[in-house]
């Protein structure tokens, strides 16, 4: 009886888990750049049913009856990289992604995605697939958090005012013809060995040899000079009808469990109150 309870439990926290991603993804709609996150669901291992039976001169006889599933648990949130709608905003210091254009990698079959790279607070490289970027008055290129942005060399980019181009291949020219070097814009195949930390940032988690590469130095991309859009900004990969759908679904998932709960919980104070006094 109370393996039943504990399957019911354990669907209904898996249910609550993956309400909090849906909740997550609907507050980040109009997030530029924001990846939706896809909850994983996985079973626990399910266990095998045997009768046992005492045979002729007392030996132990065992019949298979079959399996019990022992419920499931939500194990974590991946992001999904497809890109989102593009949004023309004219502004000098909005850049967006072509994830689009990538080519497909013949060996993997796969576009990957594309990064730019920033500097994080604690000094270490992050990447974000936000583009809202703005000038500090320092000069510095810098996303609309505040962390600067980097060039090729790693460096943070010095534009010194909002007067400036970006070409398609990520080439920064200031008002007066002055190139300061192109953006930082890296590619990886790999896009779920980037892990989310907060403030539109994203961290590498993989192998080193398979992070993101300056698109400059990948081989399969050197035939594509397109890789950033000025004036443009990536909105949210989120669909909110679908998203409406799957919170609606989680939900009554939700409530059926709580009511096998319940059934269970009448069940035991029955056994409890009325066949115990039996």
Known sequence: MFRGLYTATSGMMANNRQQQILTNNLSNANTP???EDQTVLRAFPDQLIKAMETGKKGTIASQNIGTLTTGVYAQEGIPSFLQGPLKETGNSTDM???????PVNPDTQQKGT????????????RYTKNGTFAVNPEGTLTTSEGFPVLGENLQPIQ???TDFTVADNGQVVLADGTQ?????????????????????LLRWQGDTD?????????????????????GFIEQSNVDLTRTMTDMMTTYRGFESNQKVIQAYDRSMEKAVNEIGRV
């Open 33 to 35: 750049g924001f990846k």
């Open 96 to 102: 967006a992604l072509l994830d689009e254009l990538l």
């Open 114 to 125: 594309m990064v730019f790279a920033v500097t994080a607070e604690n000094g270490d490289t």
């Open 159 to 161: 534009v010194g005012s």
């Open 180 to 200: 300061v070097g192109r953006l930082w814009i890296g590619h990886t195949e790999n896009p779920d060995q980037l892990v989310k930390e907060g403030q539109n």
């Open 210 to 230: 398979q992070a993101p590469q300056n698109v400059g130095d990948v081989a399969l991309l050197n035939n594509t000079e397109s890789f950033v859009k000025q």
